[in-house]
Structure formats: structure tokens, C-alpha cells
């Protein structure tokens, strides 16, 4: 399981926060997500840790502190959904309708 880092500083590295999740446990991995377009980062990340009670420990500790000028939030990452398979009315469906472009 990993946890999800919102609300981060643009400027955040990896390394910043392995060493702030490190206090709590070993960190297994750090992800960043950066936008396709402007290759600038997103805003949020994932933090995988070794175990579950090291995940709790950081969730309950970070969960709304304020760091590098913002109040993080932190919980427990959703596991990712497939969006080819939302089914949803959008530009991806084959749903012919009666709009014309």
C-alpha cells in the first residue's frame, strides 16, 4: 500500500520527502508525478513505506501539518482506476450523438 502527499510545494524533491517519511519508518520508494505538458511537477506524490504501522505512524503524524508553506494532506493512497473503462459520457466513447462539430 502507498500513501498519498497532497497539497506539496512545487519545488519538492524526492529526497525531501524520503527525509521527512524517513522519521517514520523506512521509505520504499518515492513517486512524483510531473504534467505531461510542462513537465512541472503536480502537486502530490506517493510514499511507499515497509510496513503498514510505519504507513499509520506517518499518515497520523503528517496528515495536515504545515511544510514548506503548506498543509499537507496525507492519508492512505486509492488504488488507481482505469479510466479507458469509465463507461462515462466523454470524448473517449464511441457513443454516436446528435451534436455535430
Keep these: 500500500m502507498s ?4 497539497n506539496l510545494s512545487y519545488q519538492v524533491t524526492s529526497e ?3 527525509e521527512v517519511f524517513a522519521e517514520y519508518g523506512t ?13 512541472r511537477m ?3 506524490g506517493f510514499v511507499e513505506m515497509a510496513s503498514e504501522a510505519e504507513e ?3 499518515i497520523a503524524a503528517l496528515d495536515g501539518a ?7 494532506k496525507v492519508n492512505k493512497a486509492k488504488p488507481r482506476e482505469d479510466r479507458r473503462s469509465s463507461g462515462g459520457g466523454g470524448w473517449g466513447n464511441n457513443n454516436r ?3 455535430r462539430f
Design 27 to 39: 521509505v520504499s520508494r518515492v513517486q512524483l508525478p510531473v504534467d505531461r505538458e510542462t513537465g
Design 66 to 72: 504545515e511544510w514548506m508553506g503548506r498543509d499537507l
Design 42 to 44: 503536480r502537486g502530490f
Design 16 to 18: 525531501d520527502l524520503t
Design 97 to 99: 450523438s446528435s451534436r
Design 56 to 58: 499509520a505512524a506517518a
Design 3 to 6: 500513501i498519498y502527499v497532497g
